[in-house]
């Protein structure tokens, strides 16, 4: 594969959206290999290598000189990576190549395990499985997992190449169960580590982290490239660019195409809110001037860099362009008109003899993407200029009657805009919208007994209004920013919750929401473009994260997230193979912390009882514990600090702020220790021994080997006695 460009942007797709639960898994290119001498395609292969002394350079796939960009994955929460090496592949080069991951939270390059058994169909291929990357450029925002991820892939190298992650929890490179493995002279500049070896065997030479990363003039050439390779994106100090430009739709605008020409040179802005996707193209004319054309919709906007000034503009859509924050009047540039669509096929002006009326389906604001079904009695054509221009994915039938059956899918404020004959003899939404003729809503329950059915959306579960809907205390609202990619979000409350399928900010289908043991429910979904989910539920907001800007509202109030979530957590920590048990009582809310296991189905109420061993169970609480009982050997930590379970009970101050740390020197070493206070043992720092000892506030024990014990304490220490060749460290915290 050469001198090619792959964009994946589902946010650019304006069609129907079927089967959103469902794996996408959206890959610019996927490489599977037959063994040796096979033809790809041979599953399983049947025959062994025809010439296995071909060198190993010439039996796997080779990448070079390509345009890779992963700009926005919707509801695909399953793709693997932009650069997908199957388990049946053997080994692969990419060089000179650059990769874009903004989304998806996957690999730009990942070798899967060969072999991996996931497909009845899948064989092992034969040696080597190695990846060599080449003068590789990898930027990008999406958060979590790594840049590159080789699983198995004995012999790789990754040479003269550039990683850029702004992404949070984002690490450079991952290598699992991988053998003689070399990383050199590479610029790695990520939030999480550069490189991770996990049961490998990798070496590093001549790293750095201090650079961003140019983007190379790759994939479509420099007549066509997506960027004109100058400079670093998102770093705001790239020479020669003394303007910026922003060219953006009107809220609720259709997906339009732009081109603008600037006098000088120009680039794209690859970060902030109006940021370029890469699918944009900049071209550089022979007076030195530059032609940017592109795409914008949905209030959406993409934005440049640039010498000179705007010579002109033309806009396909309802839209604006800004210098500098500056609106411009594009009317005065070189005459160019703003109404100016380009479209192909026919222009259906308004003077058209043939039609009579014109019929505007139009998406309320906010509302996610519905479909709809309108019935007229006669002939129809989509309106392909304007405002609500219709897209052209919109499907009209002629009926033998000689009506005309339109569907289509608007949202997000959008709309489709027709001309017909005839009169509206039916009209279908299923999402909250309305339908105008000739500038005049029509009321939908008097056309043939249909009725604007907002609720209707092929969602199983919970209802959406009526009399018989069940009584909920408040209404939660997860609203994306105007102009924020699709992201995802979890939101936990306190008691039941449901959907609302009605109204501006109506949930869909594709969130899911799981009801805990505890009584509590969390809900995750997805939203983006300034829509938002709604749902109804019982209690308090337990916890919050949204992955993306947006904010939070309950029952019409934002909703600090920094101030979500109870007051307190408490985690019992046990040790293995010695269970111990406990039970506490709070004089507020209680849940169990669903990042620790078991603790779920322990709670009654403001009550929970339990065993801890080798895991912890953990606890969210508003106000005080007044009662607390552990019965064996466990710590317990109240908002992060080990506490004195005894004083909890008491309702004393169980705070333990003292340290004392006793490590074995090789042998074996003996300690008793009293002091003034109180002291437990510390569970999260220490070898833990049933021959260790506290009560009260006297302490006993022994190290050896390479023991360390560890305890917590308040007051003072009255007597020590120490034998052996132990270290004691202790931290006085109180004074």
Known sequence: MKDSTFVIDHARYDGKWIATDKAFNTRAIRIDQAKNGETIGSYPPKTEPTDPSRPAEERGALIERCDIRVLNTLYDRNIRGAICMNAASQSATI?????????????????????????????????????????????????????????????????????????????GIVMNDT????????????????????????????????????????????????????????????????????????????????TVRVSGAAEPVLDGTYRANGNEELVTNDDGSTTITGTVGLGGGDTFRFDGTVVSAELSGPGAVFVDDTELDLSTLDGKDENTDGSTGGDSGGSDANTEHELLVRADAGADVFSYTVNVSGSAEPVLDGTYRANGNEELVTNDDGSTTITGTVGLGGGDTFRFFGDVSSAELSGPGAVFVDDTELDLST??????????????????????????????????????????????????????????????????????????????????????????????????????????AVDGSDVSLAEVGPDHRLEIVGVPDWPATYEFTVDGELFADLSASGAEENVSGSSAEGSVGEDPDAYLFNGSITDFRVEGDAGVYLDG?????????????????????IESAGGTSSYEFEVSGNAEKRYRSATVETADLTSGGYISGSVDGDDVDAYAFSGDIVTMNVTGSGSLTFEDLDG
Not at 96 to 102: A, G, H, K, R, S
Not at 196 to 218: E, G, K
Not at 645 to 653: H, I, M, V
């Open 447 to 552: 056309l043939d007994g249909k009725e604007e059915d907002e609720n209707t959306d092929g969602s199983t579960g919970g209802g959406s209004g009526g009399s018989d809907e069940p009584a909920y205390d408040h209404e939660l609202l997860v609203r994306a920013d105007t102009g924020a990619d699709v992201f995802s979000y979890t939101v936990r409350v306190s008691g039941a919750a449901e959907p609302v399928l009605d109204g501006t900010y109506r949930a869909n289908d594709n969130e899911e929401l799981t009801v805990h043991a505890d009584g509590s429910t969390t809900i995750t979904g997805t939203v983006g473009l300034g829509g938002g989910d709604s749902f109804r539920f019982d209690g308090t907001v337990v916890f919050a994260d949204l992955g993306g800007p947006g904010s939070l």
């Open 179 to 258: 053998a003689n493995a070399r990383v050199e002279d590479s610029n790695i500049r990520v939030s999480g580590e550069a490189v991770v070896s996990r049961s490998s065997d990798v070496s590093t030479q001549n790293l750095t982290s201090s650079d961003a990363c140019p983007i190379p003039d790759v994939g479509r050439g420099s007549s066509g490239s997506p960027s004109d390779g100058t400079g670093s994106p998102g770093d705001g100090s790239e020479t020669g660019t003394e303007h910026e430009l922003l060219v953006r739709a009107d809220a609720g605008a259709d997906v339009f195409s732009y």
């Open 95 to 171: 060089r000179d190549t650059y990769i874009q991951m903004d989304a998806g939270q996957a690999p730009a390059v990942y070798r899967v395990k060969p072999g991996w058994n996931f497909r009845d169909d899948q064989d092992t291929p034969p040696k080597p499985h190695w990846v060599r990357l080449e003068n590789v450029t990898i930027n990008g925002s999406t958060d979590n997992g790594a840049a590159v991820r080789v699983e198995s892939g004995d012999d790789t190298v990754i040479t003269n190449c550039c990683i850029h992650q702004t992404g949070s929890n984002r690490n």
């Open 641 to 661: 600090e080990q506490v004195d379970p005894d004083a909890l009970d008491a309702g004393t101050d169980p705070s333990l702020p003292n340290r004392l740390v």
